[in-house]
């Protein structure tokens, strides 16, 4: 991976300001007032370098961070019941179930609102039903079968309800009145089955005792009868005075009758209203329940309505009283383990109280916060290594499963949350502080040097190079333009314009870096010398 100048500068910057500490500058900063003392007396500015080789080694990339471990998922068992709890049967440290019931409570004043509830609900429908069977009756319909004698209305005329809308006459049911002898009069009862035998082709057909006479009457030959009428079915051919006999069981009559039509039926209004539609005409031959006409009934709308609005209103309350009942069965919300519990069978709970608490121990989790020029580096799912000073000597494995793109910026810079979950644990607790390192970047033996030493445009002093006429460099070095990779901060990767063994040299990376490097090594008195990369170079007037 090629990198910029600038980008490697950058990140060296904040690696040596979170390095350094107020003491360490202090002393720096004396170191510096000394050595340009120095120099002034020696008629110029010291100039300090150090030298390094190109070498083979490993650059392993990475980022810290700290936080507090929290549970997988925390849950606040709170109710807006009240009552006395009959049952808690749980302790804290348990481990419950999502759904498992951890409190009952006397629910007895709510099962009688329930109680309540539904038969108000059972009233709302039966009334809502009667609202719907008015509406339907607008459809004016015929109470018998036969013919429309009359029309009694014209569209557009206003009705009470009772009016007289139409008349049918019922031509499909004929009744027979017949004498039967007193004796058996008094033994035959309305709805029993007769059979009524025309006269004039002697054909039998079924009807049913309709009503029997009180009054006795005395036919020739003193006989003594009583009047039964019976009903029948027209089957379409029998008409008005046709001759008939009739039996009911055993009793036969004691003489013979005629057919008559039932008669007509009146339709009247079921409510108040205005006549819209006509289905039928005079004359016209209708069925039992066939529409004739159609009446529109602002008084039946609003019924039905006003019935609507009262069922709804009663099947929420119904259900808010399910709810209100259910409610006093107390449920874990989740899977884990009890920590808290505060309330147990006998208390008398208020509402709003919290009951107990719940944590999800099945992994953990702690969020880090990590600078604005490194979020970058971080995506889901990369590995992070995780200790903790209360678990010694246990390394933990975690695996970053978040990375948050809303920041928060204070004293000039911006972090973001990362969140990394544990999932083996071992002796890990909720509330514990972390230690997380990540690793952003890692190579194996490749050609590398201080990142210190790379300058602008990628560019690096080396021994044996042309100096090109530049006073201002050490003697026998020059500028060599080279490719760079990763770097851990301290080395940078050399991807191109270097061989191993090279010789370079370079200047701290800022003056107070520089100067301690130099206390480091032991410049304090004058006398040459460098960090560990190699012996210092100092230039200068007089040097």
Same mark, same amino acid.
């Given at each position: 991976?090629?990198?910029?100048?600038?980008?490697?500068?950058?990140?060296?910057?904040?690696?040596?300001?979170?390095?350094?500490?107020?003491?360490?500058?202090?002393?720096?900063?004396?170191?510096?007032?000394?050595?340009?003392?120095?120099?002034?007396?020696?008629?110029?500015?010291?100039?300090?370098?150090?030298?390094?080789?190109?070498?083979?080694?490993?650059?392993?990339?990475?980022?810290?961070?700290?936080?507090?471990?929290?549970?997988?998922?925390?849950?606040?068992?709170?109710?807006?019941?009240?009552?006395?709890?009959?049952?808690?049967?749980?302790?804290?440290?348990?481990?419950?179930?999502?759904?498992?019931?951890?409190?009952?409570?006397?629910?007895?004043?709510?099962?009688?609102?329930?109680?309540?509830?539904?038969?108000?609900?059972?009233?709302?429908?039966?009334?809502?039903?009667?609202?719907?069977?008015?509406?339907?009756?607008?459809?004016?319909?015929?109470?018998?079968?036969?013919?429309?004698?009359?029309?009694?209305?014209?569209?557009?005329?206003?009705?009470?309800?009772?009016?007289?809308?139409?008349?049918?006459?019922?031509?499909?049911?004929?009744?027979?009145?017949?004498?039967?002898?007193?004796?058996?009069?008094?033994?035959?009862?309305?709805?029993?089955?007769?059979?009524?035998?025309?006269?004039?082709?002697?054909?039998?057909?079924?009807?049913?005792?309709?009503?029997?006479?009180?009054?006795?009457?005395?036919?020739?030959?003193?006989?003594?009868?009583?009047?039964?009428?019976?009903?029948?079915?027209?089957?379409?051919?029998?008409?008005?005075?046709?001759?008939?006999?009739?039996?009911?069981?055993?009793?036969?009559?004691?003489?013979? *009758?005629? +057919? &008559?039509?039932?008669?007509?039926?009146? =339709? $009247? #209004?079921? /409510?108040?209203?205005?006549? !819209?539609?006509?289905?039928?005409?005079?004359?016209?031959?209708?069925?039992?329940?066939?529409?004739?006409?159609?009446?529109?009934?602002?008084?039946?709308?609003?019924?039905?309505?006003?019935?609507?609005?009262?069922?709804?209103?009663?099947?929420?309350?119904?259900?808010?009283?399910?709810?209100?009942?259910?409610?006093?069965?107390?449920?874990?919300?989740?899977?884990?383990?009890?920590?808290?519990?505060?309330?147990?069978?006998?208390?008398?709970?208020?509402?709003?109280?919290?009951?107990?608490?719940?944590?999800?121990?099945?992994?953990?989790?702690?969020?880090?916060?990590?600078?604005?020029?490194?979020? *970058?580096? +971080? &995506?889901?799912?990369?590995?992070?290594? =995780? $200790? #903790?000073? /209360?678990?010694?000597?246990? !390394?933990?494995?975690?695996?970053?499963?978040?990375?948050?793109?809303?920041?928060?910026?204070?004293?000039?810079?911006?972090?973001?949350?990362?969140?990394?979950?544990?999932?083996?644990?071992?002796?890990?607790?909720?509330?514990?502080?972390?230690?997380?390192?990540?690793?952003?970047?890692?190579?194996?033996?490749?050609?590398?040097?201080?990142?210190?030493?790379?300058?602008?445009?990628?560019?690096?002093?080396?021994?044996?190079?042309?100096?090109?006429?530049?006073?201002?460099?050490?003697?026998?070095?020059?500028?060599?333009?080279?490719?760079?990779?990763?770097?851990?901060?301290?080395?940078?990767?050399?991807?191109?314009?270097?061989?191993?063994?090279?010789?370079?040299?370079?200047?701290? /990376?800022?003056?107070?870096?520089?100067?301690?490097?130099?206390?480091?090594?032991?410049?304090?008195?004058?006398?040459?010398?460098?960090?560990?990369?190699?012996?210092?170079?100092?230039?200068?007037?007089?040097?």
């Amino acid at each position: 991976m090629v990198q910029t100048l600038e980008s490697v500068k950058e990140r060296l910057k904040h690696v040596k300001k979170k390095r350094l500490v107020a003491v360490v500058v202090v002393a720096a900063l004396g170191i510096f007032v000394w050595r340009s003392c120095f120099a002034a007396g020696r008629g110029g500015p010291v100039v300090s370098y150090l030298t390094a080789q190109a070498d083979r080694g490993d650059i392993v990339s990475t980022l810290s961070g700290s936080g507090t471990l929290e549970p997988a998922d925390a849950y606040t068992v709170t109710t807006l019941t009240s009552g006395e709890i009959l049952s808690a049967d749980f302790e804290e440290g348990d481990t419950v179930e999502e759904d498992e019931t951890l409190y009952e409570v006397d629910s007895s004043d709510a099962a009688s609102s329930l109680e309540r509830a539904e038969l108000t609900l059972h009233q709302a429908q039966r009334s809502y039903e009667r609202a719907l069977e008015s509406q339907a009756d607008l459809d004016v319909k015929s109470t018998v079968s036969g013919t429309v004698e009359e029309i009694l209305v014209e569209a557009g005329d206003d009705v009470a309800a009772g009016q007289e809308l139409a008349r049918v006459r019922d031509q499909d049911t004929l009744e027979l009145e017949i004498p039967f002898l007193a004796q058996d009069a008094q033994t035959i009862a309305a709805g029993q089955s007769a059979q009524v035998t025309l006269g004039s082709t002697f054909e039998t057909l079924p009807g049913t005792v309709a009503a029997v006479s009180g009054a006795n009457q005395v036919l020739t030959g003193n006989r003594i009868v009583r009047t039964v009428t019976i009903e029948l079915h027209n089957p379409g051919a029998i008409t008005d005075g046709t001759t008939a006999t009739a039996q009911v069981g055993d009793l036969s009559c004691a003489g013979s *009758g005629t +057919l &008559q039509s039932k008669g007509s039926a009146t =339709v $009247t #209004a079921p /409510a108040s209203g205005t006549v !819209t539609n006509f289905y039928v005409s005079e004359g016209s031959r209708v069925g039992r329940d066939q529409a004739l006409l159609h009446i529109d009934s602002d008084t039946v709308a609003d019924q039905v309505d006003s019935a609507y609005r009262t069922l709804r209103d009663a099947e929420i309350a119904l259900e808010n009283q399910n709810d209100t009942l259910e409610s006093y069965t107390i449920t874990s919300p989740i899977h884990g383990t009890i920590v808290e519990k505060l309330y147990k069978a006998g208390d008398t709970l208020e509402a709003g109280r919290t009951l107990c608490t719940i944590y999800d121990l099945s992994y953990l989790t702690v969020t880090l916060y990590i600078d604005e020029l490194d979020i *970058g580096k +971080l &995506q889901e799912g990369q590995a992070v290594s =995780v $200790t #903790a000073d /209360a678990v010694a000597g246990e !390394t933990f494995d975690g695996r970053v499963t978040n990375v948050s793109i809303k920041g928060s910026a204070s004293g000039g810079a911006t972090t973001y949350p990362v969140t990394v979950r544990i999932d083996d644990t071992g002796g890990l607790l909720p509330g514990m502080n972390v230690d997380c390192t990540i690793t952003t970047a890692s190579v194996q033996d490749v050609l590398r040097i201080p990142a210190a030493a790379v300058s602008r445009g990628n560019r690096v002093l080396v021994y044996g190079e042309d100096s090109g006429g530049d006073e201002t460099i050490p003697e026998g070095y020059g500028w060599r333009e080279i490719a760079i990779g990763e770097t851990d901060g301290d080395y940078v990767e050399v991807l191109s314009g270097l061989s191993e063994g090279d010789q370079i040299t370079y200047q701290p /990376a800022d003056t107070s870096s520089s100067l301690l490097e130099l206390m480091m090594s032991g410049g304090m008195g004058g006398a040459p010398g460098g960090m560990g990369e190699g012996p210092a170079v100092m230039t200068g007037p007089g040097m």
